[in-house]
């Protein structure tokens, strides 16, 4: 009897199984200048599964990536990187992200991840969000729902 198809079909099984289930990282660039405008991060929006990741590269000097309190899923963790440090966040939880340079916040250095089926008329901008905070995020929402 010959055990090597059984045997191959299982370990085909096996590696079909844990591609299916590889979580994807995505680098986001930190950036001075883009195709944004001023202080941006390109992309600007991600769509992402749960389990995926970002990775948000120090591509200019002076940046960091930090979770916005006012826009983060309820059961979501939020993160602070360092500034001018490289760092890779997983987003388990459904629901809309933003995130934000903390030290030009005010200049409207923010994203947008969507993450799993959230719908983005689902986002609500508190007052506190700085006026070019929040004239980039309706911006990206009215990119995306167009």
């Known amino acids: ?11 085909l099984g096996a590696a079909l199984g844990v591609s299916s289930v590889q979580a994807e990282t995505i680098e986001i660039k930190m950036r001075n200048r883009g195709e944004g405008g001023a202080m941006v991060y390109e992309p600007d929006f991600v769509r992402l599964a749960p389990g995926d990741r970002l990775k948000f590269l120090a591509t200019n000097r002076t940046h960091n990536a ?3 309190p006012e826009i983060l899923p309820p059961a979501a963790k939020p993160f602070m ?4 440090e490289e760092i890779e966040v997983t987003f388990d939880e459904p629901g809309l992200y933003g995130i934000k340079c903390l030290p030009h916040y005010a200049m409207g250095m923010v ?8 719908p983005l008329s ?4 508190p007052d506190s969000v700085p006026a070019k905070a ?3 995020l309706q911006d990206i929402v009215t990119r995306q729902t167009r």
């Not at 009897?1 to 370990?11: D, E, K, S, V």
């Not at 947008?112 to 089926?117: A, N």
């Not at 689902?122 to 901008?125: D, T």
């Open 1 to 11: 009897m010959n055990h090597r198809i059984p045997l191959m079909a299982l370990l």
């Open 66 to 68: 930090a979770s916005m």
């Open 81 to 84: 990187g360092r500034i001018d």
């Open 111 to 118: 994203m947008l991840v969507q993450v799993g089926d959230a």
């Open 122 to 125: 689902a986002l609500q901008l």
């Open 134 to 136: 929040r004239e980039r």
